[in-house]
């Protein structure tokens, strides 16, 4: 070996100790809860954001929401088309930021369904989208449970015993015969409706009716329903909530549901939102998460948005797209607040709701005064 090979050459040593730019007071520094301060839960996930990976996101997530939340009218500068309402420092301070939510229907079978009825009950959010499997699960856990089971039990042993599994849930399948109990009398009422006082039925009427029909403050179509909060299904024929329609189309034919005025109402939600910014909390994918930004295409886009599943993009699904693809349709807005939570929704969600909306009761108590 010779004398230049036996030393280090500068170059490598350059290439290994390349200079850093310094991200002193541009970058949060890493670190995370030091349980030597005692356990403090909302310290905790406050220190998520600082933690890194999901934690990191999850932590985004409840900033976003939180200026969502916070969010007025009295923030913007007035502009010169303003009305003179739009002007008035009391009504600038009211108006605050329209609130839509989006969720599959596994996360209604799931003990999820509570959180969301605390958001419908207290009036925290503005406007609800789901899928059928979202509303009917709701209104069967009035009339029966759904249970604990295993992501691995057989499906020809459940089905033998009358058992529906969704994923580690169990649903005895009487909870859907109790339901067809229930539900095709108020068909039938919905009908004579229709035909005596030409009643046109919707998705989101039918739905608001069903709320109204259970009655049992358990439910969040109860309370969706007595705050007066739309909910959306663009897909209501897609579950036993379908089934139910078939079945009555059977047992009294002619009952009528028009999706057309569904999508007139909840395009307009985002639409005539002005001078209101708009802000999407998506749980899940799928059709409740494209029906709530696309809505939000017709005003240019939403202003806030938080995704929260663990759906990936690289097959080019809309469940799995992250919210910049929704930038370049003009579903939520260039300079929008936005972040993906990959994460299962039945970890994260409580989580954000403990540090955003449930740490603000009292002040929405107050507005809904």
Known sequence: MGIEEDKLPSS??????????????KSIKIEGYDFNEGVNYSELLKSFVSTGFQASNLGDAIEVVNRMLD???VDESITEDCSEEERDPAFRESVRCKVFLGFTSNLISSGLRDIIRYLTEHHMVDVVVTTAGGIEEDLIKCLAHTYKGDFSLPGTYLRAKGLNRI??????????????????PIFDKMLKEQREENILWTPS????????????????????????????????????????????????????????????????????????????????????KHHICNANMMRNGADYAVYINTAQEFDGSDSGAHPDEAVSWGKIRGSA?????????????????????????????????
């Open 71 to 73: 969010w007025r009218l």
């Open 205 to 288: 009427k039918v739905i608001a009716r069903l709320g109204k029909e259970i009655n049992n403050e358990r439910s969040y179509l109860y309370w969706a329903y007595k705050n007066n909060i739309p909910v959306f299904c663009p897909g209501i024929t897609d579950g036993s909530l379908g089934d139910m329609l078939y079945f009555h189309s059977y047992y009294n034919p002619g009952l009528i549901i028009d999706v057309v005025q569904d999508i007139r109402a909840i395009n307009s939600e985002a639409v005539h939102a002005s001078p209101r910014k708009t802000g999407l909390i998506i749980l899940g994918g799928g059709l409740p």
């Open 337 to 369: 607040k936005t972040v993906k939570v990959h994460c299962d929704a039945t970890i994260a969600f409580p989580l954000l709701v403990a540090e955003t909306f449930a740490s603000r009761r009292e002040a929405f108590e107050k507005a809904n005064a």
């Open 12 to 25: 490598v040593h350059a290439i290994v100790f390349k200079d850093s730019d310094s991200l002193e007071g």
């Open 167 to 184: 994923g580690n849930l169990l649903v005895p399948n009487e909870n859907y015969c109790k339901f067809e109990e229930w539900i095709i």
